[in-house]
């Protein structure tokens, strides 16, 4: 049975986040939305105007996170990365 | 079991018997060579192929219409076509039907036939479905191929067909006249089409889906219909397994590789035993194990390489067809994600109707001392596992719903009032003979076969009970409030239904 915890991206800010990979929708924007992901690990992202990987980091979640507000920052990707 | 006439048996033989020489000959001859099943891909990104969010969106932009189809032969295949036929019924604004705001379909098995063939043709192929599958036999043609002297030269070519070819010639001759996935992207409309296959070597569902044939490198596109259909329902022994074979790695896979929703669900080196994934989510790491070996592909100096995926009846791992749609609605791992979706507030109601034709033939075993035969055996380990993939599934799949969106009010107070109006916006309907209250007639449905051929009766009573079933759920209100639908005339009783089961039996 998964759990969930939500998790808000703080840096960096203004940016369209991206998860797990998906770079078709956009899952809210930072550092305003929270996003609501299952236990395990979920890879957060935001993509540059050339469809390039700019800032990502993973979030491992484990069950005893289940019910919290998380906080993440994304690290640069250097360089950027193609989607 | 019957035992056929000594003269019968000498009779088939003889026409057999050049077929059986010839075709030993070749096979001497040629060695083993299996057919390709699938090709390479050239191109793999997300932002093309068979993709939910590139097909043109429903009318019902905050509605998400989920409709599962299950496995049980023809009348898993008539059940569904019965209760899309029930949804056709519900009248929305705009002169469009409930029908046709179908998001995706999820099938598995004899359901697949349904749910393949919606995808490809829409409602207006309900009556060729009708007529060119569900009302034939489709049993004597699969023996035919079989016993045919032509047919079994033919099954020694080279590269020979195999068992499950009979279905996959079936499904193309009287449906789908060999329209690949490419027809899909081309319709350009929804329902998106899941049709489930199971890993026979890791007993893990396998969706005929864009993300999924990536990892194997493999292009979707060009993967036939049929063949699809037909994996999704190769029952074991009877049908062969569908192999695709397992072109990763591959040039067209960009970096990383594997993809970060596949290794986001393994355990990288050094994680100490109590931080193991597999704690926090099983069935996520369980399914990433699986998907980074596809991933991965041909690794020099491993000798664990899946380099084929052989494929049979999706009943094995998940016989209602709900773990991608569950999946999707659960996580951000598949495409697309109905959570993200959720999340945005662009999904704000919800309708999911499962369709489930799990049947429970009567069986005399119970009632003899001798010990049961090595058929017998053999059927009841193949549908040990079906039935358990069945049971129950549908009735939880509310709870296992209910209690994520709860989880995640838990863990966003912010959301509560997003899930709460989602919660009041959802209808959970499950078509279930089981759902029956008369027990007689309800016996008399559970006794109705697996096979590809039912009496006519059977077939009338069937296309009854879906749209009776339907229409009698205590959700089926909410349905027709939530989506604004009306009824153009009342739906069959459940009385009705059981009226024509009772012809069917006598």
Same mark, same amino acid.
């Given at each position: ?35 609501s ?39 640069? %990707? ?6 | ?27 001497? &001859? ?53 209760? &899309? ?257 959720i999340n945005r507030g662009?999904i704000k ?56 969106f709860?989880?995640i009010i838990?863990?966003d107070?912010g959301k509560e009032q997003l899930f709460r109006d989602l ?70 009783? %459940? ?12």
């Amino acid at each position: 049975m998964p759990t969930f915890v939500s998790v808000r991206v703080i840096h960096p800010e203004l940016r369209d986040i991206y998860l797990n990979s998906d770079y078709t929708i956009s899952a809210g924007k930072s550092p305003a939305d929270t996003f609501s992901v299952p236990t395990g690990r979920t890879t957060f992202a935001t993509i540059d105007d050339d469809d390039c990987v700019d800032f990502e980091a993973p979030l491992v979640v484990t069950s005893q996170d289940a019910g919290k507000l998380l906080t993440i920052i994304l690290a640069p %990707v250097i360089p950027p990365r193609p989607i | 079991m019957l035992v056929p006439p000594r003269a019968l048996t000498n009779r088939v033989f003889a026409l057999l018997a050049p077929g059986i020489t010839l075709g030993f000959a070749l096979a001497l &001859l040629a060695g083993c060579a299996y057919p390709e099943r699938n090709r390479p891909a050239a191109r793999i990104s997300d932002r093309q192929g068979y993709q939910y969010h590139l097909l043109e969106p429903t009318g019902l932009e905050d509605t998400l219409v989920i409709v599962t189809a299950s496995g049980g032969g023809t009348r898993a295949s008539a059940l569904a076509l019965a209760v &899309l036929k029930g949804l056709d019924r519900v009248e929305l604004a705009g002169g469009r039907t409930l029908a046709q705001e179908v998001d995706l379909v999820s099938s598995v098995s004899g359901g697949s036939v349904t749910a393949g063939y919606f995808a490809f043709a829409g409602r207006d192929g309900f009556d060729a479905l009708e007529r060119d599958f569900i009302r034939r036999d489709g049993m004597k043609p699969l023996l035919w191929g079989v016993l045919n002297p032509v047919g079994l030269v033919r099954y020694f070519a080279v590269p020979g067909p195999e068992r499950i070819d009979l279905l996959i010639d079936y499904l193309n001759q009287q449906l789908f006249h060999d329209a690949t996935f490419q027809a899909l992207i081309d319709r350009d409309t929804r329902p998106y089409l899941v049709l489930n296959a199971a890993d026979m070597v890791e007993g893990v569902p396998f969706p005929f889906t864009q993300r999924k044939l990536d990892l194997l490198c493999s292009d979707l596109a060009q993967i036939p219909l049929a063949e699809a259909v037909a994996a999704s329902a190769a029952f074991p022994v009877a049908l062969s397994p569908v192999t695709l074979k397992n072109y990763s790695p591959c040039a067209a896979q960009k970096q990383p590789w594997p993809p970060s929703w596949v290794t986001n669900n393994l355990d990288p080196d050094g994680t100490p035993q109590r931080d193991g994934i597999w704690y926090a989510n099983p069935a996520r790491a369980t399914l990433g194990r699986v998907e980074n070996a596809y991933a991965l592909g041909d690794v020099p100096g491993r000798d664990d390489d899946k380099l084929y995926v052989h494929l049979l009846d999706g009943g094995i791992a998940d016989n209602l067809g709900i773990f991608e749609p569950y999946r999707m609605l659960t996580t951000q791992d598949a495409l697309p994600s109905f959570l993200t979706r959720i999340n945005r507030g662009d999904i704000k109601k919800l309708v999911f109707v499962a369709v489930n034709a799990r049947s429970f033939a009567t069986s005399e075993l119970d009632q003899e001392r001798a010990t049961p035969g090595m058929i017998d055996m053999l059927m009841a380990s193949i549908n040990a596992p079906i039935d358990r993939a069945t049971a129950g599934t549908a009735a939880q799949l509310r709870e296992l719903l209910d209690n994520a969106f709860r989880q995640i009010i838990l863990a966003d107070p912010g959301k509560e009032q997003l899930f709460r109006d989602l919660a009041a916006n959802t209808a959970l309907i499950s078509i279930d003979f089981d759902a029956i209250v008369d027990s007689e007639c309800r016996r008399k449905f559970h006794a109705i076969p697996t096979s590809w051929a039912l009496s006519k009766q059977q077939v009338d009573a069937v296309m009854a009970v879906g749209p009776a079933l339907l229409g009698s759920d205590p959700a089926f209100a909410d349905l027709q409030r939530i989506v604004g639908g009306t009824l153009d005339a009342p739906l069959p009783s %459940v009385a009705e239904a059981c009226r024509l089961v009772d012809l069917a039996q006598q």
